[in-house]
């Protein structure tokens, strides 16, 4: 009797195990994201005069989930001063949707916004996304290929021209 238990414990078990090996492929716009990238961040800074920096980054991206990615960015912001942040984004394809997840001041901060277009052009995939930010739309462009990553922001206000906000260029592991 303890040898049919024992059977039937290591036969469950083993069928759980299996299932873990077939969890589901990353989505198709994820599928050349996963890893390590060296570039730049340039951004509009905030403060007078609303000068364009650019910023050594290093970026470390994982699959969390099929449709979701985690970001580590590392900026090198002079000497001495190193910077961390870190988010999540999830695509929901077949929803047109855009889950983003932050901290602002150490406060979380998730937003949601909408995929406009993808795009796929050669090697890469090119994703449009807006979200609503106050009086603002903010217009997200993402582009990931086998060996390039950008992501590019403009921010969009009644009876203004679109004003590029910041962009990422990475390389893969450069």
Excluded: C
């Excluded at 855009?98 to 277009?117: E, L, M």
């Amino acid at each position: 009797m303890a040898y049919r238990i024992a059977l039937l414990l290591a036969l469950l078990l083993s069928a759980f195990s299996v299932k873990a090996l077939y969890d589901p492929a990353p989505i198709y716009v994820l599928r050349n994201v996963q890893g390590e990238w060296k570039g730049t961040l340039t951004y509009i800074d905030y403060g007078a005069p609303h000068k364009e920096v650019t910023l050594p980054t290093r970026l470390y991206v994982a699959l969390s989930a099929p449709d979701e990615i985690t970001l580590s960015y590392v900026h090198d912001d002079g000497p001495g001063k190193t910077v961390y942040s870190y988010e999540r984004l999830r695509f929901d394809i077949d929803g047109k949707a855009v889950t983003w997840n932050s901290k602002s001041d150490g406060q979380p901060d998730s937003r949601q916004g909408k995929i406009v277009s993808i795009e796929e052009k050669a090697s890469a995939i090119v994703l449009l996304a807006e979200f609503n930010e106050g009086d603002m739309l903010a217009r997200y462009r993402f582009e990931f290929s086998d060996s390039t990553l950008s992501m590019e922001k403009q921010e969009i206000r009644s009876g203004k021209p679109p004003l590029r906000r910041s962009r990422y260029q990475f390389l893969r592991g450069a």
